[in-house]
C-alpha cells in the first residue's frame, strides 16, 4: 500500500513538474510576442525620430498636416461678364468652407479661394499656402503659389492669374476651365471650442513626463498615455531614450489639436464639428483605438456633415462602421430615386471613395 502511494505521488509530482514546464513554455512566448509587437512598432518609430537630441529633450516627427484639394470646372468661360465674379462649389474642410472663384479683369483672368468659417469667433484667423493650377490643351498647365492670412471671410488669390487670350488659346477646353488648388492651413486662430482640461504646470504634480508641442508644454502620464495609444508605449516604454527623458518633444502637431486629442484620451466630451477631423487624424496616428471609437461614433450620431465628407473621412481612416453606414445611405438614395451612377451624378464620386 505504502508502495503505491510513493509511486502515486511521484507521478502526480511529475505531472505537475510537466504542467509547470508548459506554463513557464507558454508565459514565455506570450513574452517574446509582445517583445516582437514592441519591437516592430520601435522600429516603425525610429526611421522618423530626429537624430538631433539634446541632453534632456528629444524630438520625436509624426506630421499632422491639415492639407486639402479644391477642384472646379468652369463652363462657357467665354461669357464670363467683365469684373464680376463666377463662384464653383462649396467644400467643408476643417469646419471653413472653401471654393474656388474666378472672374474676367482688364484683359485678365483672376482666380481666388474663398474662405467662410462654419463658427468663427468675433475674431478669427486662417494662415494658408495655396497652389493653385490650371490644366489645358494636351495637359500643360500653370501654377502659381501664393501664402495668405483670411480675418474675414471672401476670396484672395491672383487678379492677374494670366492674360485672359493666353487662358482662351492654351487651357480653354471646349469652353471649360479647369481649376486645381492644393491647400495646407498653416495656423489658425478663433475657430476653436473652450477647452475642458488643463494640462498646464498646474497638473505638474500629478503628471511623470512633459510633452512638448511647439511652445506649449503639457503635463501628462506616461503610463495613462501608454495605455491609449500603441504609439506613446513603444515612444515612452521602449528602445528610444525618450523613455529616459522628462520633456519629449513632438514636431508637425498643432497644440490646440493636440489639447483636444489629450482631452478626449482623459474622457472628456470634447469632440463637435470643429475640431472632429484634426481629432481622429490624431487618434490614427498615434493608434489610440479609444479615441478613435469616440469620433466614430461622433460622426454616427451627432456629426452634420455631409455624407460625402463623412465617407471621405471614414475611408482615409479605415472607420468601417461609418462607412458601411455611409454606403447604405448612398445606395438607398441611389434605390428611392432611381438614379444612374454616371459621371455628371455626384453620387458617382461618393461610390468610388469606397
Not at 90 to 114: M, P, Q, T
Not at 218 to 243: C, D, I, M, W
Not at 285 to 297: G, V
Request: proline content about 2%.
Amino acid at each position: 500500500m505504502r508502495t503505491e502511494l510513493i509511486a502515486a505521488t511521484e507521478e502526480i509530482k511529475k505531472h505537475q513538474k510537466h504542467s509547470l514546464q508548459e506554463l513557464e513554455s507558454k508565459i514565455e512566448d506570450v513574452k517574446k510576442e509582445n517583445k516582437k509587437n514592441l519591437d516592430e512598432i520601435s522600429e516603425k518609430l525610429q526611421s522618423i525620430e530626429n537624430s538631433e537630441k539634446s541632453d534632456n529633450t528629444t524630438s520625436f516627427f509624426p506630421i499632422s498636416e491639415k492639407i486639402f484639394k479644391l477642384k472646379h470646372v468652369f463652363k462657357t468661360v467665354n461669357e464670363f461678364q467683365e469684373n464680376v465674379f463666377n463662384v464653383g462649389g462649396e467644400e467643408d474642410h476643417y469646419n471653413v468652407k472653401w471654393c474656388i472663384s474666378a472672374k474676367r479683369s482688364n484683359g485678365h483672368l483672376g482666380l481666388f479661394v474663398r474662405c467662410e468659417p462654419i463658427a468663427p469667433a468675433d475674431k478669427w484667423s486662417i494662415r494658408t499656402k495655396f497652389e493653385c493650377k490650371i490644366v489645358g490643351i494636351k495637359q500643360h498647365y500653370i501654377t502659381r503659389a501664393w501664402e495668405t492670412c483670411y480675418r474675414t471671410s471672401g476670396g484672395l488669390g491672383f487678379h492677374k492669374f494670366i492674360d485672359w487670350e493666353s487662358m482662351k488659346r492654351w487651357y480653354l477646353l471646349n469652353g471649360d476651365l479647369t481649376v486645381e488648388v492644393n491647400a495646407e492651413i498653416v495656423e489658425e486662430a478663433g475657430l476653436r471650442k473652450k477647452k475642458i482640461r488643463k494640462f498646464d504646470g498646474s497638473q505638474k504634480d500629478v503628471s511623470d513626463v512633459i510633452l512638448v508641442v511647439r511652445d506649449t508644454k503639457f503635463y501628462v502620464l506616461k503610463t495613462f498615455l501608454a495605455s491609449q495609444s500603441s504609439v506613446f508605449k513603444a515612444l515612452l516604454f521602449g528602445k528610444f531614450s525618450e523613455s529616459e527623458q522628462s520633456e519629449v518633444t513632438l514636431n508637425g502637431i498643432d497644440p490646440h489639436d493636440f489639447h483636444y486629442f489629450l482631452e478626449v484620451l482623459y474622457g472628456e466630451s470634447a469632440i463637435d464639428e470643429s475640431n472632429i477631423e484634426n481629432i481622429v487624424v490624431l487618434a490614427d496616428m498615434y493608434d489610440a483605438p479609444t479615441a478613435m471609437r469616440r469620433c466614430e461614433e461622433f460622426l454616427l450620431k451627432e456629426s452634420k456633415k455631409a455624407l460625402e465628407k463623412k465617407l471621405e473621412i471614414a475611408t482615409r481612416h479605415h472607420l468601417e462602421d461609418l462607412k458601411k453606414k455611409c454606403m447604405n445611405e448612398i445606395t438607398t438614395t441611389v434605390v428611392q430615386k432611381k438614379a444612374k451612377v454616371t459621371k455628371k451624378n455626384p453620387l458617382r464620386k461618393l461610390l468610388c471613395l469606397s
